[in-house]
T-cell receptor, first 114, second 114 residues
Framework: KAGVTQTPRYLIKTRGQQVTLSCSPISGHRSVSWYQQTPGQGLQFLFEYFSETQRNKGNFPGRFSGRQFSNSRSEMNVSTLELGDSALYLC?????????????FGPGTRLTVL | AQSVTQLGSHVSVSEGALVLLRCNYSSSVPPYLFWYVQYPNQGLQLLLKYTSAATLVKGINGFEAEFKKSETSFHLTKPSAHMSDAAEYFCAVSFYNQGGKLIFGQGTELSVKP
């Protein structure tokens, strides 16, 4: 079974631009979660989607948004990029997204904002 | 508030020595507990999880962890460190009513000396 894939792996953007990151979950997984990883703040939960509905949201500004498609693939979008948005963005998928479900992580997208 | 604390951002052991990585959580409801490992430029991989069955949980690569409710702890151990164990380790919690959301500790970087 193929693992979680994220594209692109690396991105360089400038302040004020917007960016879209993509995540393809493991086949059969209906829950997709997104996390931001930075040296200062560590791993922080952004949001979770299940069956095309946002089920949970972390404490991030409205510039961060996401969506999920009928095939469970998910995208996240960051508008009006700031220098502080530079981070590794990780996507994780699980079968049902219940608390005890194992989450499978992708390799991440490294975003650099100049 | 729900939180996870990992004591020690850096731990160094000699090859063959005991590995002990500490994790404490704060929660008013029973948590599910996880340990993940992250190798450089990779996503997170699940080592083990506690979901209210046996309090001593065995995981992959010889790691195990014991859930101690009275101490609100879930420390990770391995009897004998191997060079390939060098990585960053994250403790995380989730809850039955929060879907796939994981709350992570700040991480502990493990170095293994020959």
């Amino acid at each position: 079974k193929a693992g979680v894939t994220q594209t692109p792996r690396y991105l360089i953007k400038t302040r004020g631009q917007q960016v879209t990151l993509s995540c393809s979950p493991i086949s059969g997984h209906r829950s997709v979660s997104w996390y931001q990883q930075t040296p200062g703040q560590g791993l922080q939960f952004l949001f979770e989607y299940f069956s095309e509905t946002q089920r949970n949201k972390g404490n991030f500004p409205g510039r961060f948004s996401g969506r999920q498609f009928s095939n469970s693939r998910s995208e996240m979008n960051v508008s009006t990029l700031e220098l502080g948005d530079s981070a590794l963005y990780l996507c994780a998928s699980s079968t049902t997204g219940t608390g005890f479900d194992e989450q499978f992580f992708g390799p991440g997208t490294r975003l650099t904002v100049l | 508030a729900q939180s996870v604390t990992q004591l020690g951002s850096h731990v160094s052991v000699s090859e063959g020595a005991l590995v002990l990585l500490r994790c404490n959580y704060s929660s008013s409801v029973p948590p599910y507990l996880f340990w993940y490992v992250q190798y450089p430029n990779q996503g997170l991989q699940l080592l083990l999880k506690y979901t209210s069955a046996a309090t001593l949980v065995k995981g992959i690569n010889g790691f195990e962890a014991e859930f101690k409710k009275s101490e609100t702890s879930f420390h990770l151990t391995k009897p004998s460190a191997h060079m390939s164990d060098a990585a960053e380790y994250f403790c995380a919690v989730s809850f039955y009513n929060q879907g796939g959301k994981l709350i992570f500790g700040q991480g502990t970087e493990l170095s293994v000396k020959p």
